[in-house]
């Protein structure tokens, strides 16, 4: 209980009014990398502890985690500024 199966290895606050949103588009959010380890058992995946992955030999994989307003996702998703983001 309480074992971190996750390690934070990035914050961007893209609510803070000192951002730029020219920068991401328009729209802000808060964005959080995530590192995950995880073994293959019996073609299952089994997510570890953090402390565990050095003796588990885990793989792992960084995850990006966007956290934003129900009003931002839908300017995002019907006007296209994910889009925008992606082509600056």
């Keep these: 209980q309480g074992e971190r199966t996750m390690r934070i ?10 951002y730029d949103d020219n920068k ?11 590192e995950v380890g995880w073994v293959m058992q019996e073609g299952l995946v089994s997510f570890e502890r953090v ?3 050095e003796a588990n ?19 995002i998703v019907n006007e296209g500024l994910h889009t925008r983001y992606v082509e600056l």
């Excluded at 290895?9 to 000192?18: L, Q, V």
């Excluded at 885990?58 to 129900?70: K, M």
């Design 57 to 75: 030999e885990c793989q792992r994989h960084i995850c990006e985690i966007q956290v934003r307003l129900r009003s931002q996702h839908h300017k």
């Design 51 to 53: 402390r565990d992955w």
């Design 9 to 18: 290895t990035a914050i961007k606050n893209r609510f803070d009014e000192s």
């Design 24 to 34: 991401s588009g328009g729209y802000r959010d808060l964005s959080l990398s995530v």
